[in-house]
């Protein structure tokens, strides 16, 4: 099967400690480059009422939405709450590069199943 | 028609019985209440740590005003009774000038004038006063006692210009005492008189250690000496000489030198007095109508020091004078101590010695760790014992000794724990009415209705609920195992005394760790106070903390903050953001009122809305848009996103008003300048009003200035008219603008240190109590308005318009919105 990357640009782009977002192919993703220097990639909407999941605070692997507070975990997209997640995406460095793995099919949040989220 | 109740003393016994009477029956009394000090019934045994910082003396308070008016209680504060007038059924009293001590005997009266308040039952609980022996030059300047909130204030203040101080009395508060005077930065010296430290608890052996452990933790012991006289020098303390001839040098001189009863009262009203007030096993005096608890009692020939003792004595005579369980008895009570010193274990209980050949005496010693324990077995039971270094099985042997029970034939489980597997005492198997914490006299009832009925999970929520386990601690493992007996786990709630989740300090310590480490950012105090674990939901109430701490200093880590602060704007639920600009006092011109009409039209912003606070609302900018916005506006921000000063609404005063007798714009503005910005632990929202009809609603703010008659101004504050509606509580009434100002800022400030992150100003005025606020705020009682109003004018030099972000952007990328970007490559999948 043949896999689609992005360029995400330079690491430093990403404010430390915060998140930024991009439009890939109509999609918002949230990317994360904490302070001890791991990178996440999510979905930005929250599927509470769609908050921008990027301008959340992180800390300690989670981000809290700025709109109401449910909290995600970057690596899983597990939500607090059991029946809410986001998507996760594959993300690595490469020199000073972020890349990312972007899927063939396009997503389709109203398929997601929390438990496949993240695989 | 009620009957009439009065209460002497405001103290730990006379707030407890009242407790009582009222968990009995809540009507059935008219009470009325004399208290000498000027507070609210708070927590004494505490104190040992307020003066060594690690409570504030806000969180000891166990009966807040609130209290005496939800129960109807007449509280005559700083009064005291002097006398039981017995032929006419009343109680006379007379209030105290603000600088006499409450427990002297050659008290200072205010007036002259006698308050007499008739009465049908009394109770004396007056308590007892410290010691002081005989010593030449005792009283003046830098000499104290240690007895009440008051005496830390002092103590503190007066430390601040001291190097050496010495602490007379080797006793468990004197050393109590001595610990915390090592927190402000003296050298201190214990002088006890008898051959060993706290005589009346331990034995020689023991003493011995003791005072090992407390030189480890450098404070000086000098045992066998007798204090004659203090020595000074140009009216300022320099030494204290000893009988012997001898002196050691020092600044200050606190006594702890035991206690005496104060009988004063019962004596001028002819009541049978020995040591204390004589009572009989119904806690009655010699007269029918007049009852006694507490430290002033004298009951069966002995006389307690100790809480323990009143609750018992308090639930006895509350069954008698209610008529509830008329045949009550109080048969005296079986003590045992704990010595509330950081870093000493040490406990307590019955006798200390033996003489009688058959009792067994059990000892363990390992002096390379300082633990000392041990045991007298009297026919089996348990007749004292002393838990040094050591005392994790303390609380199980306290049980084991007031209840008089068996001990196990394998006596080593007394010291060890439970080598037979099985717990000595099962708090599961104790009776309901079976007290835990005797600090605070919870029995095991209260707890498990705590547990049972209002979900507390944790230690910590069982203390919230009940007070279990807010005294010395030592039954804090009862209360673990009555929550695992009923819910399979104890649960560790830290969210309720922490001031974040993510570090576990209270406020005031985390305040103090982050003093004295220097910690500048949050990313630090993760480090140095979480062992490096970041907390996302820590993040934003440290970043709050950190800037009040370090005005101007603060190393601002914008991922710390909320989204709202990182971009000045409040975040919409679309995702947008809106855009207020400070309007001073609510009062604009065409000009600026043209600029934003402008910058609406040129920005498609979504809605143009007058806000309740003034001012002027542009909502559904997008985020990249903020900065072009902020300079087409060219007005500072309005800070309308942020925990922090927001606005000061006012009415039109007396520029046009028929009515107004005070300013209000021109205040309103005054206040706006100098307090724009200036953050906070939830939002402000001010108001300032011409007259007392108050069309700006300044009574329900945060903080409300309304002028009256005379050209003064009011100041309310814990004001709310939000989803809590609330009228605020006067502070006080002052002349001039400036007053006005330089009060206000003292409460921000004060707010600013002791509130609990998101504790909005009426949670927090009402959680301390306007009173006390009062008596911080404006008769200065802790000594540290100077220090108030110096930290919020740093706080207000360090004042930036967030807005000027627009030309130099704090960090790249911070006004970005989302960025295009194209799929790169397609590849073969070889993982
Ligand atoms: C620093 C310190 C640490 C302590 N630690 C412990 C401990 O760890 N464990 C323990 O069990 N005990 C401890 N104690 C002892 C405990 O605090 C007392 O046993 C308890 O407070 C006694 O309660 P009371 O109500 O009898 O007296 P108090 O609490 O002293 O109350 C009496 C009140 O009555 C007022 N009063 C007196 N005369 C009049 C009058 N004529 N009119 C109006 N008001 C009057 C007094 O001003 C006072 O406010 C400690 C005490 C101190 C000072
Ligand atoms: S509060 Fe008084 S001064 Fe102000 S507008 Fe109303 S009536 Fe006039
Ligand atoms: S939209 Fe994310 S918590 Fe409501």
């Given at each position: 099967m043949k896999k689609r990357f992005v360029n995400i640009g330079p690491i430093d782009r990403i404010p430390l400690g915060q998140g930024i977002s991009f439009l890939i192919d109509g999609e918002e993703i949230a990317v994360f480059r904490s302070r001890g220097g791991e990178i996440f990639a999510i979905e930005n909407r929250c599927p509470h009422r769609q908050g921008p999941l990027s301008e959340g605070i992180i800390g300690g692997g989670k981000v809290i939405c700025p709109l109401h507070g449910h909290k995600f975990d970057l690596a899983t997209g597990q939500g607090g709450e059991k029946h809410e997640c986001v998507r996760v995406f594959k993300v690595w460095k490469d020199e000073d590069q972020i890349f990312m793995e972007w899927p063939t099919a396009k997503i389709k949040p109203q398929e997601k199943d929390c438990a496949m989220v993240g695989l | 028609m009620k009957k009439k109740l009065v209460v002497i003393g405001n103290g730990m016994a006379g707030a407890r019985v009242v407790e009582e009477i009222l968990s009995r029956t809540p009507d059935q009394f008219e009470i009325v209440m004399f208290g000498?000090?000027?507070?609210?019934?708070?927590?004494?045994?505490l104190l040992s740590n307020v003066l060594n910082q690690t409570q504030d003396p806000t969180e000891v308070m166990m009966n807040p005003f609130s209290w005496y008016k939800e129960n109807h209680i007449t509280l005559h504060l700083g009064v005291k009774a002097f006398k039981i007038d017995r032929t006419k059924k009343v109680v006379l009293g007379k209030p105290l000038s603000p600088e006499a001590v409450p427990y002297l005997h050659d008290e200072k009266f205010a007036t002259q004038e006698e308050m007499v308040v008739p009465y049908d039952y009394v109770i004396i609980a007056t308590g007892s006063r410290p010691f002081v022996p005989?010593?030449?030059?005792?009283?003046?300047?830098?000499t104290f006692l240690f007895r009440t909130l008051d005496d830390c204030h002092s103590i503190a203040q007066y430390s601040q210009k001291c190097h050496k101080a010495v602490v007379i009395g080797g006793g468990l508060l004197g050393l109590e005492a001595a610990r915390g005077l090592l927190t402000h930065q003296l050298e201190v010296t214990v002088v006890e008189a008898a051959a060993g430290l706290m005589a009346n608890q331990l034995d020689q052996e023991s003493a011995q250690i003791l005072k090992r452990t407390m030189e480890a933790m450098g404070i000086r012991v000098l045992t066998s000496m007798k204090t004659s006289k203090i020595i000074s020098n140009e009216n300022k303390i320099s030494a204290l000489g000893f009988s012997d001839g001898t002196s050691i040098e020092t600044d200050m001189v606190v006594v702890s030198a035991g206690i005496r009863p104060i009988t004063e009262v019962a004596q001028a009203s002819g009541l049978n007095v020995n040591k204390g007030i004589v009572c009989d096993d119904q806690m009655r005096t010699s007269d029918f109508d007049i009852f006694s608890l507490g430290e002033c009692v004298e009951h069966r020939g002995k006389l307690y020091g100790l809480v323990e003792p009143i609750w018992e004595q308090a639930r006895v005579l509350a069954d008698i004078v209610t008529g509830v369980a008329p045949q009550a008895v109080y048969m005296g009570s079986k003590t045992g101590t704990k010595l509330k010193v950081m870093g000493v274990e040490l406990a307590s209980m019955g006798e200390k010695d033996t003489d009688r050949i058959e009792d067994e005496v059990l000892v363990y010693r390992d002096p390379n760790r300082g633990i000392y324990k041990k045991l007298i077995v009297r026919d089996n039971k348990i007749h004292g014992a002393i838990l040094l270094g050591d005392t994790e099985f303390a609380d199980t042997l306290m049980q084991l000794f007031m209840r008089e029970e068996a001990v196990p034939q394998n006596r080593s489980e007394l010291l060890f724990g439970f080598v037979s597997g099985a717990a000595l005492v099962k708090a599961s198997d104790l009776p309901d009415h079976a007290q835990i914490c005797n600090c605070n006299g919870v029995s095991k009832k209260q707890i498990m209705h705590a547990i049972t009925?209002?979900?507390?999970?944790s230690v910590a929520a069982v203390g919230g609920k009940t007070k279990a386990g807010k005294g010395c601690g030592s039954c804090r493992g009862m209360i673990a195992q009555l929550i695992e007996d009923c819910l399979g786990k104890v649960s560790y709630?830290?969210?309720?005394?922490?001031?974040?989740?993510?570090?576990?300090?209270?406020k005031s310590q985390l305040v103090r760790e982050i003093q004295t480490r220097g910690l500048k950012s949050v990313s630090r105090v993760f480090e140095i106070l979480a062992q490096g674990k970041e907390d996302a939901d820590s993040k934003a109430g440290l970043a709050s903390l950190l800037k009040t701490i370090w005005p101007g200093e603060y190393e601002d880590e914008r991922d710390a903050r909320f989204i709202n602060d990182r971009v000045h704007a409040n975040i919409q639920k679309d995702g947008t953001f809106s855009v207020v600009p400070r309007i001073y006092g609510g009062v604009t011109t065409p000009d600026e009122l043209m600029r934003i009409a402008q910058a609406a039209v040129k920005y498609k912003v979504k809605m143009v809305k007058i806000t309740g606070g003034q001012r002027i609302d542009l909502l559904g900018v997008k985020k990249e848009v903020l900065p072009l916005i902020w300079k087409d506006l060219g007005m500072p921000s309005g800070?309308?996103?942020?925990k922090a000063f927001r606005t000061c609404k006012s009415c039109v005063g007396t520029d046009f008003c028929r009515y107004g007798v005070g300013d209000s714009i021109d205040l309103a503005q005054a206040i706006e300048y100098r307090f724009q910005g200036i953050e906070s632990p939830h939002k402000m929202k001010l108001a300032t009003a011409g007259c007392p009809r108050n069309c700006s609603e300044a009574y329900v703010k945060d903080i409300g200035a309304v002028a009256i008659e005379g050209g003064s101004w009011e100041i309310y504050i814990g004001g709310a008219a939000g989803s809590t509606v609330r009228k605020g509580d006067l502070l006080c009434t002052v002349k001039t603008q400036e007053e006005v100002l330089a009060m206000i800022g003292r409460f921000i400030q004060y707010y600013r240190e002791h509130a609990k992150y998101l504790e909005r100003t009426y949670g927090f005025v009402e959680r301390i109590g306007i009173d006390i606020l009062r008596n911080i705020l404006v008769k200065d009682s802790l000594g540290i308005c100077n220090q108030l109003d110096e930290r919020i004018a740093q706080a207000v030099a360090a004042y930036k318009d967030p807005w000027k972000e627009a030309d130099i952007p704090a960090y790249s990328g911070q006004f970005e919105g989302p960025r295009l970007i194209e799929v790169l490559r397609e590849a073969e999948n070889n993982g």
């Open positions: - | 000498a000090e000027p507070y609210g019934n708070y927590n004494r045994i005989p010593i030449e030059g005792w009283g003046q300047a830098g009925e209002n979900n507390c999970s709630d830290a969210s309720e005394h922490y001031y974040v989740t993510g570090v576990p300090l209270e800070h309308a996103y942020t």
